[in-house]
């Protein structure tokens, strides 16, 4: 199947830092990609959908100047948290979109995990 | 918009049943179904979809069957073993491209040797 990474697995910041975090499809090329984060025992939240070349699409509520996204090749989009607070702690995935035979599918990153302290 | 409800929340079975997890959704523009697996401190994983031009698909011990008159689809595992205790995840969309997933809560699923 395809194969899609982020990185960095887990970081752990000081609250007011901003933190990167990458996701890249290995074998595929991905117009569009898109950021979730995940609250302990809780379902998959969508943040935001991120299409190659023009600035994402956010949920209502998740703030985009906070949570910036940029997806500049059709393999890399990048998530930053700009300011982090401990309340920003939490379980970031990605994915992509694989389109093939005219149908697509989502394989998603390993995810990563981030303490704000 | 789209909303997927999943059922049950949490489901124990002995090792070597069934185990069958089941969705519905709202929207019938929805025409993709797709079922993740997810466990602990990982990404979820595609295990098995279907789309709306069939009513059942089949992968070894994992099975999928959608009922678009009634809006629900189910995963069914057959022979489980350890092994499949995990989350799993529902989702359903309209499959156009750059559309995102809709899921459900998700069912945590353990399996009893």
């Known amino acids: 199947g395809a194969v899609v990474s982020q990185h960095p697995s887990r970081v752990i910041c000081k609250s007011g830092t901003s933190v990167k975090i990458e996701c890249r499809s290995l074998d595929f090329q991905a117009t569009t990609m898109f950021w979730y984060r995940q609250f302990p025992k809780q379902s998959l939240m969508l943040m935001a959908t991120?299409?190659?070349?023009?600035?994402?699409?956010?949920e209502q509520g998740v703030e985009k100047d906070k949570f910036l996204i940029n997806h500049a090749s059709l393999t890399l989009s990048t998530l930053t948290v700009t300011s982090a607070h401990p309340e920003d702690s939490s379980f970031y995935i990605c994915?992509?979109?694989?389109?093939?035979?005219?149908?697509?599918?989502?394989?998603f990153g390993p995810g990563t995990r981030l303490t704000v302290l | 918009g789209e909303n997927v409800e999943q059922h049950p929340s949490t489901l124990s079975v002995q090792e070597g049943d069934s185990a069958v997890i089941k969705c519905t959704y709202s929207d019938s523009a929805s025409n993709y179904f797709p079922w993740y697996k997810q466990e602990l401190g990982k990404g979820p994983q595609l295990i098995i979809d279907i789309r709306s031009n069939v009513g059942e698909k089949k992968d070894q011990r994992i099975a999928v069957t959608l009922n678009k008159t009634a809006k629900h689809f189910s995963l069914h595992i057959t022979e489980t073993q350890p092994e499949d205790s995990a989350v799993y995840f529902c989702a359903a969309s309209s499959n156009s491209g750059n559309t995102p997933l809709v899921f459900g809560k998700g069912t945590r699923l353990s399996v009893i040797a």
């Open positions: 994915s992509a979109s694989l389109v093939a035979a005219g149908a697509d599918t989502q394989y």
């Open positions: 991120s299409n190659e070349g023009s600035k994402a699409t956010y």
